[in-house]
């Protein structure tokens, strides 16, 4: 029980999992300290988030922050 969402990351363009992408924003996020599992679902392409149910709307707020950050630069990564 608790809060659960996934968000699937998929090739541009298409509706292939992509998860190498997936890898590498989990890896980005816990660079920047926000703990992370390994991706799930479809081709290993989708982004578990499972915050404590007790959270803060400032730790939410910041964790949700670091996912946006480390999104854009994984997929800047990607275009090199």
């Not at 090739?11 to 996020?29: F, H, M, Q, Y």
């Not at 660079?31 to 730790?59: H, N, R, S």
Request: proline share 5%; net charge negative; aromatic share 4%.
């Amino acid at each position: 029980r608790g809060l659960v969402a996934g968000v699937q990351m998929v090739k541009a363009g298409s509706e292939t999992p992509d998860a190498d992408l997936a890898w590498n924003i989990v890896r980005i996020c816990i660079e920047k300290g926000v703990l992370f599992f390994a991706p799930v679902g479809f081709g290993g392409a989708t982004l578990k988030i499972c915050p404590p149910l007790c959270i803060t709307e400032a730790a939410m707020l910041e964790g949700v922050s670091v996912i946006d950050e480390a999104i854009g630069q994984a997929i800047a990564e990607e275009k090199k």
